[in-house]
């Protein structure tokens, strides 16, 4: 069941993020929504909790982190969806932005849970849900480094989930291919225009409530999704 609990959304402002908090509003959850702004969903319901916080902030994230839960013990849900792409040959990156490119993309991930994890363990139950790619599955061209964060998810989440399973929390692993979303803005390239081109948002929230909803003596690992029909447009 979804509805009455309080799930921490993580990039619920927009695209992948934006569509799983409306759907679990939809369903009667509580959305502890977190992102840098929420200029572009913000939908003025108690049900939604919103907190400004920068996920690719290495110095405040712990701290604002612990913080949310410290105001909300009753937190059982977390969908650790925030993150960005930026590609190209792995020597067009200096090192700073490969240090702040791991940070966003696998290492917020990872002191998320390891804040939010110990509360779920002391409750006996909960989900934890990542956003991962279908570059989490094979690395190509251009994407060695979006790919580098996105197999470290993968890991990571098969990890947690053998650690956690004794305590009753179900941790599942979403891999969509490309997503019609704003993610595409700065990039040269973007799904075709057809509807089979791309996967939509709202496909990912009917799955994260579907997550959610099945009983607790069983536990999605991981799911794959892809357009029907791949094409990418080179702009």
Known sequence: MVKNRKILVTGSSDGIGRSISKYLLNEGAKVIGISRNHEKFDPKSDNYIKYNVDVSNMEDLPKKISGIINDHKDIDGFVSNAGFGKFGNIETFSSKEISNYIFTNLSSHIIITNKLLPHLKSINKG????????????????????????????????????????????????????????????????????????????????????????????????????????????L
């Not at 996105?150 to 305590?167: C, I, N, P, T």
């Not at 179900?170 to 791309?198: E, K, Y």
């Not at 009917?206 to 999704?225: A, F, M, P, Q």
Request: no cysteine.
């Open 127 to 234: 989900n934890i849900i990542y956003i991962g790619s279908e570059s989490a599955l094979k690395g190509s061209k251009n994407g060695g480094l979006y790919s580098a964060t996105k197999f470290g998810l993968r890991g990571f989440s098969q990890s947690v989930r053998d650690e956690a399973s004794s305590k009753n929390i179900h941790v599942t692993l979403i891999n969509p291919g490309m997503v019609r979303t704003s993610f595409f803005n700065n990039h040269d390239f973007m799904p075709g225009d057809d509807p089979s081109n791309a996967i939509e948002p709202d496909d990912i929230a009917k799955i994260v409530i579907n997550i959610l909803s099945i009983r607790n003596g069983t536990v999605i690992d991981e799911i794959n999704l892809s357009p029907l029909k791949k094409v990418i447009k080179f």
